[in-house]
Every structure is written in C-alpha cells, then in structure tokens.
C-alpha cells in the first residue's frame, strides 16, 4: 500500500513536471522569437524610443559632443562652357564616375576640403540647432545646420550659376515640378510672342518634352478640374469612424426605437379594429366623445365638459 502511494504520488509529481517543464519550453520560444524579432527591426524601435524622448534631455545628451570642421584649402572653379543651347549643363568634379547634369553653365570644380578630427573640434551645439530634431538616418539623427560651411557650399554648387561673377543665379533642380499646365500655357505664349519666328520653332520640340514630363508628372499643382453637374454622381462610403458625436448617435438610436413602438401601436390598433369588426360593431373607433340622450325629449339637458 505504501509503494502504491509513492508511485500515485509520483505519477502526479511527473505530471506536474511536464506541465512546468511544456510551459517553461513554451516562454523559451517566445522570448527567442522576441529577441530575433527585436534583432531584425533594430533601427525601427531605437527610432522610436529616440523619437519619444524628452527635448531638454536629448539637448543635454548632445550638445557637449564634439563634430569634425571642415576647411576650404581652395576650391577652385573654371566656367567651361557658358552658352547651352538646350538648356542642359554638365556639372563634372575631380575624377567624377558619372557627371551630373543640372540648369545653369558649365563649369569645373575642384574642390580641396580637409576634415579636422582633432584640435579645431566644435561641439555639436555650435554646429546645429539640436531643438529641432528633422528625423533619422539608420541609427543618425539628423538636425538642421546654424550655418553653411565649405562642405555644404561645394554640395550646393550644382545648383548654383558661378559662371557669372556680377549676378549669383540660384538654379531649381527640378524646374518642371513646380509648374503647373497654365502656367506652361502662359510661358509657351510668352515666348512666341517674344523669341522671333525661327528661333521659337527651334525649341518646340524641347517645350513638347517639357510639357510631356509635366503631363506624366504624379503630383500636378494648381489644376481646375470641371465636372458637368448632370454627370456628376457622388457617392457617401462609410468610413471607420463616425463623424456623429455621441450625443447625436445615441439620440438617432432612440430616434429608432420610437418609430419602432409607433409601428407597433398601430399594428395593435389595426387588430383592435378588425376585431371590432369582426363583433359587428361598425362605429367609429376615433370618436373622442359620445352623449347618449334617454327619456323625456321635451326636457334634455345636454351635460357639460365639467360634469
């Protein structure tokens, strides 16, 4: 009897151990999966933990951190070619792999910048304007410059005119994207009515391009769009959420619930009267008030409301 309760006994105990044991393996997966999880989106949390601190303690982190300085040693430039016919330049640098190609002149640049990572270190603060923090990069965040400096200026370049020394013209990088169809209309215009005749039929192929990539462009600014009003059909899709406050969502159900007891009453009121009927009684069962009169007809006295 003793052996037969150790053995109950231990069946329970290893019952118990597997449960425990099953479970323990169980927790084990899920943190493994949790931890390659966290693994494999890294950057997307740290974001987000960066992005949900507290300003005044991101500037405290910060604004001691000291970044390398940039010196011009003598960037020099050489205008190659100032008439482009066709409106497109070539930007080319020292031992460029490909050239870049911008609106403007075209011109050579060598620039010769040095990064000082020891000595003239500047902290981050002097630098950038840490309070406003413009996003990430991978694991860098990325803040607005005070101030330009050489490596920003020779970035620039491409999008600047230098071959003239008496005006500095900016140039748009995308000249297209901020025009819309009207605007082309006018400009087209303009410049027949201006340019002589042989020259305006020179660049009409290149304004046909220009309107071709304005037409394809996926985001068109300023356009009118005019819809007749007998072909216009407007259709109301139910979103997530109500535009109803919850005032007026409650008031309609009750709304709902009224109308549903008036149907009833009257389906109970047409039984009512069908069962009159069926009784033979034809008279009308919306008479507010009935006055019968019995006895003498020489002394009638017609009762009052009050009585």
């Known amino acids: 009897m003793r052996l037969q309760r150790e053995v109950t006994a231990l069946n329970a105990a290893s019952e118990k151990y597997a449960k425990l044991l099953t479970k323990l393996k169980s927790w084990e997966v899920k943190i493994a999966r949790l931890r390659l999880h966290i693994k494999q989106n ?3 949390y740290m974001q987000a933990i960066w992005a949900h601190e507290v ?3 991101r500037y405290f982190r910060l604004f001691q951190v000291k970044v390398p300085t940039f010196v011009d ?5 050489q205008v190659v070619d100032a008439d482009a016919s ?3 330049v070539i930007f080319s640098v020292e031992n460029p792999q490909s050239p870049e190609t911008a609106k403007g002149v075209t011109f050579e640049i060598s620039p010769s910048l040095e990064a000082k990572f020891e000595g003239d270190l500047k902290s ?6 840490i309070d406003k923090l413009l996003g990430f990069k991978g694991n860098y965040a ?4 005070k101030e330009s400096n050489p490596l920003t200026d020779v970035m620039m370049d491409p ?3 230098q071959g003239f020394k008496e ?3 900016l140039v748009d990088p995308d000249p297209d994207g901020n025009m819309s169809r009207q605007d082309f209309a006018k400009y087209v215009a303009c410049l027949y009515a201006t340019l002589p005749e042989g020259e305006f039929e020179g660049i009409k192929e290149a304004l046909k391009e220009q309107y071709k990539r304005i037409l394809l462009a996926s985001n068109r600014l300023g356009e009118e769009i005019v819809v007749p009003t007998g072909s216009l059909f407007i259709e109301a899709l139910p979103a997530t959420h109500p535009l109803l406050e919850d005032f007026k969502l409650v008031h309609r159900a009750i709304d709902v619930k009224k109308v549903q007891a008036e149907v009833r009453d009257a389906e109970l009121e047409n039984l009512r009267t069908a069962a009159r009927l069926l009784s033979e009684n034809y008279e009308d069962p919306d008479i507010e008030k009935k006055i019968v009169i019995e006895g003498d007809s020489q002394n009638v006295t017609v009762p009052t409301d009050d009585e």
């Open 167 to 169: 005006v500095l013209n």
């Open 55 to 57: 300003p005044d303690q």
């Open 73 to 77: 040693n003598g960037t020099k430039y």
């Open 42 to 44: 890294i950057l997307y």
């Open 159 to 161: 999008y600047v005119d």
């Open 124 to 129: 981050l603060v002097e630098v950038a304007d």
């Open 142 to 145: 990325i803040f607005p410059l």
């Open 86 to 88: 066709d409106g497109q």
